[in-house]
């Protein structure tokens, strides 16, 4: 296990300016109240928190994720209440415990339809704040490392669930390595003959690839030589499930598979790529079509690197990607990457609108799971929205209660907005003013010089601004005492 100062040491390597004393309050707090209990894999509870926080470090999360990520199970397994929690660590890290907590109430059973839409709502519902999710993916990550010590049944219930569920949202969330992690994980449980076989297989086959590898990263670095471009060169491996479910696709054996290498040039800047990129193509024949530039079109989930796959001296393929540091800090931990620059004020504004359309598309895909079925009554949680988030046709994203009009929306982008509203646009569609907004509409609203706020608006809206701004306008008009 990590010790707490050498946990502490990792948090002020990148943050070196926050005091790390809530971390050793944290410690000692998880330590104490799971004082009494063991992992299955007979080792003291706390492992797991710290397991869960040494991740959470790993992808660079802010304090108060850390915190929360040793305390994650505080209030679900032990007496901990929310006022101890709050008491002790203030809101911001209770907040985040009991968002956990929350998504821990629910267990899925099946991968049927309705599991999946209780999922998206539960995400909706704590979109308002990602930490809790990545915390939730890290005590994940932990629960599947440590697997092996529970029933066959259990083993196969959770691994499931981490592929169908976990593993594609670490995926959204842009966070690479710990999809394949996970997926990897999951199927030495889901299909232990064959990730057995496969496995020995890569086993005696790796030997050959590296000395492949070896030989296609000297002759890149031969003709690198003498260009001052700063450049790492990474060797890539594919994973063991993504190997099989191209087999699977391709319906061939492992031995028929032709996988090209793998090799990535890091460097500092986006004029360093390009500039790989030209000596590459220099040297090198480029397997035609093979170009892509994601770095002036990113992919949707925002991956940006240069990729071309060219013919190495010996007559290999090699798939090459060209990428700066931070685009590759930001393809292996996603929106953790982006989250961590909340501290810096100058930055924050610079990775705001990255983190809109993290929210943006995150929203659209939970959207896309289309599932017929209602959420479930039974559910007697409190993690049915009392929040929507609505976006302006610029994409600023505003935060209303549940049951939220164009009217209140008018009124949070700006009071003379709300005061001259005549009409709402919704998705493209013209809507009545009293039309509950969902989270991911797009409002755009129509005002008109000289129109004022009626007073059956006060009927119409759900927020207390709205209302008092038109309470306002009305009582100095006269129209109402
Ligand atoms: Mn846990």
Excluded at 4 to 9: A, E, F, Q, R
Excluded at 357 to 365: D, V
Aim: hydrophobic share 40%; glycine share 4%.
């Amino acid at each position: 296990m990590t010790e707490l100062k050498d946990l502490v040491g990792k948090f002020n390597s990148y943050s070196p300016h926050v005091d790390p004393t809530a971390l050793e309050l944290a410690w000692s707090f998880a330590d104490k109240a799971h004082a009494n209990q063991s992992r299955a894999s007979g080792d003291h509870y706390l492992t797991h928190c710290v397991a869960v926080a040494d991740s959470l470090i790993e992808w660079r999360m802010d304090l108060p994720t850390v915190c929360a990520g040793l305390l994650h199970d505080t209030i679900e397994d032990t007496p901990t209440t929310e006022a101890q929690l709050r008491a002790e660590f203030g809101e911001e890290i209770a907040m985040l415990v009991m968002g956990v907590t929350k998504l821990d109430a629910l267990k899925f059973e099946s991968r049927d339809e309705a599991q999946a839409e209780n999922w998206r709502k539960m995400l909706l519902a704590t979109a308002q704040d990602i930490r809790v999710i990545i915390v939730k993916l890290a005590d994940r990550l932990h629960n599947m490392k440590t697997l092996n010590f529970l029933k066959r049944e259990k083993q196969e219930r959770i691994a499931a669930e981490t592929m169908a569920l976990y593993a594609p949202l670490a995926h959204r969330l842009g966070m690479f390595g710990l999809k394949s992690e996970l997926e990897d994980l999951s199927f030495a449980y889901l299909h232990p003959e064959e990730y057995a076989e496969l496995a020995k297989k890569v086993g005696d086959k790796r030997a050959e690839n590296e000395r492949q590898l070896a030989a296609a990263k000297a002759a890149i670095e031969k003709v690198l030589e003498g260009t001052n471009i700063p450049c790492r060169i990474l060797a890539r491996t594919k994973t063991l499930w993504s190997t099989y479910k191209k087999m699977e696709r391709q319906e061939k054996s492992f031995e028929d598979i032709q996988d090209a290498l793998g090799i990535r040039l890091i460097t500092d800047t986006v004029a360093n790529c390009y500039a790989l990129l030209g000596i590459i193509h220099t040297h090198f024949k480029p397997v035609a079509g093979s170009f892509t530039d994601y770095i002036s079109t990113p992919k949707l989930n925002l991956y940006r690197s240069l990729h071309t796959t060219i013919m190495s001296p010996t007559g290999e393929l090699v798939e090459i990607q060209i990428r700066t540091e931070e685009m590759h800090r930001s393809s292996e931990y996603g929106i953790a990457a982006h989250w961590r620059y909340k501290h810096g004020e100058a930055a924050k504004d610079v990775h705001m609108e990255e983190k809109l359309n993290w929210l943006r598309q995150w929203i659209e895909w939970l959207q896309d799971l289309n599932s017929p079925r209602e959420f479930l009554d039974s559910l007697k949680t409190d993690l049915e929205f009392n929040q929507v988030f609505v976006f302006t046709p610029a994409g600023e994203v505003k935060v209303l209660p549940a049951g939220a009009t164009p009217l209140d929306f008018a009124y949070a982008v700006h009071t003379e907005i709300g005061e001259s509203c005549v009409g709402a646009i919704v998705n493209n569609k013209m809507v009545r003013l009293d039309h509950p907004l969902k989270s991911g509409d797009i409002c755009r609203i129509n005002t008109k010089k000289g129109s004022t706020p009626k007073k059956d608006w006060l009927n119409l809206v759900k927020t207390a601004r709205a209302r008092s701004k038109i309470r306002h306008y009305l009582r100095e008009q006269g129209i109402v005492e």
